[in-house]
């Protein structure tokens, strides 16, 4: 059962673009959000995280954007470079569980054209 | 300086093989973990280890198997292979089991 679902599965924006991912989740006791870029031949990399105490996180270019009551969160990628193309996982792990519990999203490849 | 380094980077074996993939880390992290890529790029855990404590997925086979001879390393040892283990397997690490995740660049597994 996936308690995390991602959309799109894939993504072309033109370079200057906003690129927006969505993910709902299912199960209340998540409190960590975090989002993981993944480039060709490599590992994720852990880009930007948010605890659902607030609404909205920016680092850079990269924000994350949270509706608790939605069970919803987003990540929006402003003015997108070609160096963004890359696939994007949200994932989730509940309050007082591990990361053994992370669940991921099923990935979004985002490709930015320049 | 890798941090979270794999080897082989790809590996190609016949069904029925025994192999293993190596993990080393110098993140000085406690925690360790495999986790599995499918072929359509979804991630699931399979074990995390911190050097007290094993906890397996229920739902990864007997065949796979972690061994952690010190603090910094994390293998995995996989008998009689099958064509769905193929698969790319990431190693990560964790400075504890509520940090953000690590991970290697992942190795390839073809099993043919």
């Known amino acids: 059962q996936q308690q995390v679902k991602q959309s799109p599965q894939s993504l072309i924006v033109q370079k200057g673009g906003i690129s927006i991912i969505n993910c709902a989740y299912e199960n209340t006791a998540f409190d960590y959000f975090p989002w993981y870029q993944q480039f060709p031949g490599k590992g994720p990399a852990l880009l930007i995280a948010?605890?659902?105490?607030?609404s909205e996180k920016k680092e850079g270019r990269f924000t994350i954007s949270f509706n608790k009551s939605a069970k919803q969160f987003s990540l929006h990628i402003m003015d997108s470079q070609p160096g963004d193309s890359a696939t994007y996982f949200c994932?989730?792990?509940?309050?007082?569980?591990?990361?053994?519990?992370?669940?991921f999203g099923a990935g979004t490849r985002l490709t930015v054209k320049p | 300086d890798t941090a979270v380094s794999q080897t082989p980077k790809y590996l190609v074996t016949q069904m029925g093989n025994d192999k293993s993939i190596k993990c080393e880390q110098n993140?000085?992290?406690?925690?360790m973990y495999w986790y599995k890529q499918d072929s359509k790029k979804f991630l699931k855990i399979m074990f995390s280890?911190?050097?007290?404590?094993?906890?397996i997925n229920e739902t990864v086979p007997n065949r796979f198997s972690p061994k952690s001879p010190d603090k910094a390393h994390l293998n995995l040892h996989i008998n009689s292979l099958e064509l769905g283990d193929s698969a790319v397997y990431f190693c990560?690490?964790?400075?504890?089991?509520?940090?953000?995740?690590?991970f290697g660049n992942g190795t390839r597994l073809t099993v043919t």
């Open positions: 994932a989730a792990r509940g309050a007082g569980y591990n990361n053994n519990d992370m669940r």
């Open positions: 990560a690490t964790a400075r504890g089991v509520y940090s953000p995740l690590h």
């Open positions: 948010i605890r659902p105490d607030v």
């Open positions: 280890y911190n050097n007290k404590e094993l906890i």
């Open positions: 993140l000085g992290h406690d925690t």
